[in-house]
């Protein structure tokens, strides 16, 4: 591990310490966690956002295979809600 210093305001610092307290966790372990769960969470953003960048780029193409066609389907209905729109990235 690699120490790292970091500024809060006052009113995360006391709220910090009131969940570290609850948790019986220390605070370092959760801004760990807190940051790790950021990192996850970008992680996810980023690879949602290359499936949308790439979905229709072989619309055109008249020779898919139909197995190819009913995965690109479903893959399509994943990312889009029933009204046909994106979902929200964190429904992903």
Known sequence: MIRTQI????????ALQRLAAERGASQSALIREAVDLYLDDRSHE????KLRAARG???????????FRAI??????????PSGKDHPASDG
């Open 7 to 14: 500024y809060l305001m006052e009113k995360e610092r006391a």
């Open 46 to 49: 980023e690879r949602l956002a």
């Open 72 to 81: 690109r389907e479903s893959m399509d209905r994943n990312v889009q809600g």
């Open 57 to 67: 780029m072989w619309n055109d193409r008249a020779n898919v295979h139909a197995t």
